[in-house]
């Protein structure tokens, strides 16, 4: 798997990774990002990291002690927009992974 990695010390406008945590821990690299990052660790809380990430925005999540309804958390807008995009590619992967189909031959 290849991935882009700027160079060290070199900064880009408006770029820079995002770091989720999901099940697992989860890594963007965006150049969409609506202001230069203030400094090269910015905590989640802090109020000019959220606006640089486009704000938060609600998704609904199982967490495990719900019965009828997901948890609703607030995610960086880049999370929101892979989940809304790739939500039925990460699907079909998981369908295909339990049903696997023999090839004709």
Known sequence: MEAFVPLRGEKVARAGYVIWLDKKVVVFY??????????????HTNNDA???VN????????MGGESMHRT???????VA????????????DQIRSVNPRRRRE
């Open 50 to 52: 959220i606006k640089c």
């Open 72 to 78: 609703r958390i607030m995610a960086p807008a880049i």
């Open 81 to 92: 927009a892979y989940n809304l995009f790739m939500n039925g590619v990460d699907r079909m």
């Open 55 to 62: 704000g938060l925005v609600p998704i609904e999540r199982w």
């Open 30 to 43: 965006t150049n969409d990002l609506f202001c230069d990052v203030p400094g090269d660790l910015v905590d």
